[in-house]
């Protein structure tokens, strides 16, 4: 294993190790911030001393992504959490990787992830949404009989920007790993195509959180300050991606980077899909990003 030059101490770095055992609640958490804070710490760890298995690892990924959503959503900035990840790795630095207090505080992060690694399904509400994450999601029923087909493994619902009709999903199904939406509208079959805009963050550095308006409109930045994604895929929405599977629609899918740039969000911003056809308006759609990263990670973390 790596080891720094610094020796490990005891006192106030030894209680800091061995108070890591609350990771997957609040409760040992003096706020969002320390909570983020120690997920971080362990995670910098992990990463130069290789503690624990691949799914341990995505495990204590998904609730250090979490625990940064909570804390955005209760009133800090981003300034604060970067300074935040910078002590922590500070602090994951300054002990070497046979430590006997690391190697306590590993032990009961271990003993805290083994039944989150195990988990099916999990929830990830936001502040206006959620996303719902299945490992094994299961099939629709319709009239007793399972709906055949591709199923959610992430999803979450949209809302119209305007004119619009039809329930919107967006997320992620078993037939791909990229962004999916469907719409229960046949008539989306006729929209020549659709686009993925997210905030450009080259450009604004800062989520746009219209403080005027509490739907999900307001959550999404000005077209000015955006970059687009292509869907690369158009065709019919089989009814196991509709709600109740049944029905008809269409869905679209779109680059892999499409989900890299999302997890690059605020959370309590939102994403804009547009539906293009040919002669006539646009139809915008909108998305809370809320915990799209940490559910993410959450299904890589199964065994």
Known sequence: MLKTHARPRGGKLGLLLATLVALPGLAHASNAIG???ERTVMREAD?????????????????????????????????????AADRARLAA????????????AANRVRK???GYARMSSMRFPGDLSAWQADREPTAPVVDRKAVEGPRWKLS??????????????????TAASVPTVAISKPSALQAATAVLIVRDTSKA??????????DLVGHAPPRDLTRSFLAQSRQAAPASLLPGGQGAGAMFT????????????????AVTVEFIYSGLPSQRAVFEVGDFAAARAFLMAGR
């Open 205 to 214: 550095t800062q989520a746009y959180l219209d403080p005027r308006r509490r």
């Open 156 to 173: 979450a619902p949209g809302q119209w920007d305007g004119a619009g009709a039809g329930q919107l999903t967006l997320g992620i199904t």
């Open 254 to 269: 779109f680059p892999p980077a499409a989900a890299r740039a999302m997890e690059g969000l605020d959370p309590r911003e």
């Open 93 to 104: 630095f300054s002990v070497a990787c046979n430590s006997p207090d690391l190697g306590t």
């Open 35 to 37: 909570l983020y804070y």
């Open 112 to 114: 805290a992830f083994e």
């Open 47 to 83: 990463g130069r001393c290789r503690l624990f298995a691949p799914e341990i690892s995505a495990a204590l990924a998904a609730s250090s992504l979490q625990a940064r959503g909570a804390a955005l959503r209760s009133g800090a900035n981003d300034g604060a959490l970067t300074a």
